[in-house]
């Protein structure tokens, strides 16, 4: 299973961009939801997280700009990383991470292809 992120592009210094990543089943399931981003040349980090109880969580870099949320509607999840006052250090692929628990099947982990974000002038 693979995630389907979305919202990267293309934003000068100071802009903002806001980016989604539906989870793959039942809100139910879902233990947290996370963004992790990997710049050129380094290794893939932890941005944000959330968990099922909406407790977050942020990488000291992000923290009062960057903002994970959770989203429920019909069972269904979203999890939204909004980001404000982008610095050309935020450039990097973002990926989404989903960890939850199915009965019957056991715990899994699914991630995303990644969007790309590139903070530019």
């Known amino acids: 299973v693979q995630l389907q992120a979305s919202g990267g592009g293309l934003v000068q210094p100071g802009g903002s961009l806001r980016l989604s990543c539906p989870a793959s089943?039942?809100?139910?399931?879902?233990?947290?939801m996370s963004w992790y981003r990997q710049a050129p040349g380094k290794e893939r980090e932890l941005v944000a997280s959330?968990?099922?109880?909406?407790?977050?969580?942020?990488a000291d870099p992000v923290k009062g700009r960057f903002t994970i949320s959770l989203s429920r509607h019909n069972a269904k999840a979203t999890v939204y990383l909004q980001m404000n006052s982008l610095k050309p250090e935020d450039t990097a692929v973002y990926y989404c991470?989903?960890?939850?628990?199915?009965?019957?099947?056991?715990?899994?982990?699914?991630w995303g292809q990644g969007t790309l974000v590139t903070v530019s002038s």
């Open positions: 959330i968990t099922s109880g909406d407790i977050t969580n942020y």
């Open positions: 089943g039942s809100a139910f399931s879902i233990d947290d």
């Open positions: 991470n989903e960890r939850g628990l199915i009965t019957g099947r056991g715990r899994y982990e699914y």
